[in-house]
């Protein structure tokens, strides 16, 4: 089992009027600080506000007909995705999320008439409960990352990025499951090998780069990040998003939280646009030095989902409690 560039091309077909191409605009700011384009995929413009409705669209329309309903952990987004998608097929969806999971996301996924099942402290606790409800209600589960369909959907963001930029030298993929990075990493590849697609993620609980630099999946400890939508592990029986983000990634880079807040408010006071911690990994990778651009480089900015009190603190300046650690406020420009 795979994912092909023709499967990518077939999950265009299935999202089409659902979760149309976004734009992919130049960021001027970025552009002079890095010397060369700096293009932002606006997956912000979703309906969900994220990336992840092409592949909870892309799995729950292809599900068999007469199928009873769809069940998914999630930190927030792919909820929201599968959610969203259940509701257009007329389909019951119960979206497991642990604790950590920011109270802004799970209000979304209530308003789309979904059912919301609170467990546990981690992702793990998240899926064991998904899992159950498979056994004991007949519902399909809908992995946020490790789906053949998932990944497919997700592919089409890489599609659309080389399709409008043939010239890229780099594609900067925010990193957690990689679901994203696999489908964007066979896209971009499958039309130009030469384009290096690195993956990006937080310091803190970096499960698949710790699994590529380890040979198999591990797992790590979940503890709260401003990218919050990037916690989580990869799964210790992963069958697809390790083998893709293995083969196919040129890297992977970590940055901090302090480069996550700086990236956030230059996105927000350099181009006026609010985005999640996790959407702003890959400016962040280029504003603090860890990826230096030798042509045009795109990123996705992957999701707006954010609580817009905690928005507030960081755009204010204001120290930002991580549970284990504070944040330290720094002012913009200061
Ligand atoms: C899920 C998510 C990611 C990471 O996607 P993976 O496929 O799990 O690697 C990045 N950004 C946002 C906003 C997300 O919701």
């Given at each position: 089992?795979?994912?092909s560039?023709?499967?990518i091309f077939?999950?265009?077909?299935?999202?089409?009027?659902?979760?149309?191409a976004?734009?992919?605009?130049?960021?001027?700011?970025?552009?002079?600080?890095?010397g060369?384009?700096?293009?932002m995929?606006?997956e912000?413009?979703?309906?969900?506000?994220?990336?992840?409705?092409?592949?909870a669209?892309?799995?729950?329309?292809?599900?068999?007909?007469?199928?009873?309903g769809?069940?998914?952990?999630?930190?927030?987004?792919?909820?929201?995705?599968?959610?969203?998608?259940?509701?257009r097929?007329?389909?019951?969806?119960?979206i497991?999320?642990?604790?950590?999971?920011?109270?802004?996301?799970?209000?979304?996924?209530?308003?789309?008439?979904?059912?919301?099942?609170?467990?546990?402290?981690?992702?793990d606790?998240?899926?064991?409960?998904?899992l159950?409800?498979?056994a004991?209600?007949g519902?399909?589960?809908?992995?946020p990352?490790?789906?053949p369909?998932?990944?497919?959907?997700?592919?089409?963001?890489?599609?659309?990025?080389?399709?409008?930029?043939?010239?890229l030298?780099?594609?900067?993929?925010?990193?957690s499951?990689g679901?994203?990075?696999?489908g964007v990493?066979v896209?971009?590849?499958?039309?130009?090998?030469?384009?290096?697609?690195?993956?990006?993620?937080?310091?803190?609980?970096?499960?698949?780069?710790?699994s590529?630099?380890?040979?198999h999946?591990?797992?790590?400890?979940?503890?709260p990040s401003?990218?919050?939508?990037?916690?989580?592990?990869?799964?210790m029986?992963?069958?697809?998003?390790?083998?893709?983000?293995?083969?196919h990634?040129?890297?992977?880079?970590?940055?901090?939280?302090?480069?996550i807040?700086d990236?956030m408010?230059?996105l927000?006071?350099?181009?006026r646009?609010?985005a999640?911690?996790?959407?702003?990994?890959?400016?962040?990778?280029?504003?603090?030095?860890?990826?230096?651009?030798?042509?045009?480089?795109?990123?996705?900015?992957?999701g707006?989902n954010?609580?817009?009190?905690?928005?507030?603190?960081?755009?204010?300046?204001?120290?930002i409690?991580?549970?284990?650690?504070?944040l330290?406020?720094?002012?913009?420009?200061?």
């Amino acid at each position: 089992m795979t994912v092909s560039l023709a499967d990518i091309f077939a999950a265009r077909l299935t999202l089409r009027g659902q979760a149309d191409a976004t734009p992919f605009v130049p960021s001027p700011y970025m552009t002079a600080r890095a010397g060369h384009d700096v293009l932002m995929k606006l997956e912000t413009c979703q309906p969900i506000g994220a990336f992840k409705l092409r592949g909870a669209v892309n799995a729950v329309m292809n599900l068999p007909e007469g199928v009873a309903g769809v069940t998914c952990c999630s930190t927030g987004n792919h909820g929201r995705g599968v959610a969203y998608a259940a509701a257009r097929r007329g389909i019951r969806a119960v979206i497991c999320m642990s604790e950590l999971v920011p109270q802004a996301k799970v209000d979304g996924i209530r308003a789309l008439g979904a059912e919301v099942c609170i467990i546990g402290r981690s992702q793990d606790d998240a899926l064991a409960q998904s899992l159950r409800l498979v056994a004991a209600e007949g519902l399909v589960e809908i992995s946020p990352f490790d789906d053949p369909k998932v990944i497919a959907g997700q592919g089409t963001i890489g599609l659309e990025m080389i399709e409008a930029r043939p010239d890229l030298s780099m594609a900067l993929v925010p990193l957690s499951g990689g679901g994203l990075a696999a489908g964007v990493a066979v896209a971009v590849k499958a039309v130009n090998p030469a384009v290096q697609v690195i993956g990006i993620t937080m310091d803190r609980g970096a499960a698949m780069h710790a699994s590529i630099a380890a040979g198999h999946p591990v797992e790590v400890e979940e503890v709260p990040s401003l990218a919050d939508s990037l916690g989580g592990g990869i799964g210790m029986d992963n069958r697809l998003s390790f083998p893709l983000c293995r083969d196919h990634l040129d890297g992977t880079i970590l940055v901090t939280e302090e480069d996550i807040r700086d990236a956030m408010q230059v996105l927000f006071y350099e181009d006026r646009m609010v985005a999640e911690g996790a959407s702003v990994v890959g400016l962040a990778a280029i504003l603090s030095g860890k990826v230096r651009p030798q042509g045009p480089v795109g990123t996705i900015i992957t999701g707006r989902n954010l609580d817009m009190g905690m928005f507030h603190r960081i755009m204010a300046g204001e120290d930002i409690d991580l549970g284990d650690r504070t944040l330290k406020g720094k002012r913009y420009g200061a």
